[in-house]
T-cell receptor, first 113, second 112 residues
Framework: AAGVIQSPRHLIKEKRETATLKCYPI?????VYWYQQGPGQDPQFLIS???????DKGSIPDRFSAQQFSDYHSELNMSSLELGDSALYFC????????????FGPGTRLTVT | GESVGLHLPTLSVQEGDNSIINCAYS??????FIWYKQESGKGPQFIID?????DKRQGQRVTVLLNKTVKHLSLQIAATQPGDSAVYFC???????????FGKGTKLTVNP
């Protein structure tokens, strides 16, 4: 079965650079979520989208922004990167109303040097 | 996750034994509780969920128990196998929001 696709899988950036992470949800899933997971930490919710509109917002820094496109894929844009942004970034998708059954992608490992 | 947490950070069992992973929560308004399995370098994998108005749900080799009186959630894995070795997270959805609030993980190690 098709799963959530994330790209790139690994990304190395320097401080103050920008990064763009992409997420392609499971076909027919209309809701996309972004989570950040630091080393040894639990995933922390950043932001979610439904039908191209932001549906919920968590602890996402102002330096980050995200959007969902008409084909339901989503992009997380990160600017002025800091060392503390180094983490795994997961995208998850679900059907609207079934957020209790979110399916996660393999993640993008961002390293900021 | 401020309102969801786990009792033990690590659990080691022998292959074939049953495993029980526990989770405590504090938010009575939680709608759903979900268990995820995360293997090293991979994304969390959905295992099973339980709605807050239920007290037990069974899946394939897994059972989730919800005790709302003491705000306790557990995941039971029958006949644990080496492939079950991973970090297990409980998570919840709250108040109609579909974002997941994760608890601290428990690392399960299955010894052959």
């Amino acid at each position: 079965a098709a799963g959530v696709i994330q790209s790139p899988r690994h990304l190395i950036k320097e401080k103050r650079e920008t990064a763009t992470l992409k997420c392609y949800p499971i076909p027919r899933h209309d809701t996309v979520y972004w989570y950040q997971q630091g080393p040894g930490q639990d995933p922390q919710f950043l932001i979610s989208f439904y039908e191209k509109m932001q549906s919920d917002k968590g602890s996402i820094p102002d330096r980050f922004s995200a959007q969902q496109f008409s084909d339901y894929h989503s992009e997380l844009n990160m600017s002025s990167l800091e060392l503390g942004d180094s983490a795994l970034y997961f995208c998850a998708s679900s059907l609207r109303g079934a957020g209790y059954e979110q399916y996660f992608g393999p993640g993008t490992r961002l390293t900021v040097t | 996750g401020e309102s969801v947490g786990l009792h033990l950070p690590t659990l080691s069992v022998q292959e074939g034994d049953n495993s029980i992973i526990n989770c405590a929560y504090s938010n009575s308004a939680s709608d759903y509780f979900i268990w995820y399995k995360q293997e090293s370098g991979k994304g969390p994998q959905f295992i099973i969920d339980i709605r807050s108005n239920m007290d037990k749900r069974q899946g394939q080799r897994v059972t989730v128990l919800l005790n709302k009186t003491v705000k306790h959630l557990s995941l039971q894995i029958a006949a644990t196998q080496p492939g079950d070795s991973a970090v297990y997270f409980c998570a919840e959805t709250q108040g109609g929001s579909e974002k997941l609030v994760f608890g601290k993980g428990t690392k399960l190690t299955v010894n052959p």
